[in-house]
């Protein structure tokens, strides 16, 4: 059975390491610490193991922004992404929510698509060749 929850320090290193099995390497280490005290780390559990977390802030104009959403890999395509958002939309303390994704990232673009984010602009030259898509939902 899934639970949703505020990640606690205690977290910590079960979340790097799916952050590190997803991007290779324990570059996020401090900005995931500090995602925690600051209680803008959200994580999945099933059978009392973390499967993803979810990151976020309100410094985009105010209005709470998806920073980063990590499932890890095993458990893709079981609706902790969903899970994730939806507990973030019911928690928000902004009737605006977004979140970006590089073009490439169809998989992303696909959750999106799916809990209902559109398309709200592009802002190039974050990663070359690969402009960032930013979405958007209300509450």
Known sequence: MESLKMAQLIDLDDIV???????????????????????????????????????????????NFISLIITKPTERRKG?????????????????????????????QEVFKANGFIKSGYVENLDEGDPEIIYFKSK
């Open 17 to 63: 390491k799916i952050d590190e099995e997803v991007i290779g390497n324990i570059s996020r280490c401090e900005f995931i610490k500090k995602s925690i005290e600051e209680e803008r780390c959200i994580i999945a559990n099933d059978k009392d193991l973390i499967v993803g977390f979810l990151i976020f802030d309100t410094h985009f104009f105010d209005c």
């Open 80 to 108: 902790y992404a969903t899970s994730l958002i939806e507990y973030l939309i019911n928690i928000s303390p902004t009737k605006k929510i977004f979140s970006s994704t590089n073009t490439s990232n169809i998989r992303m």
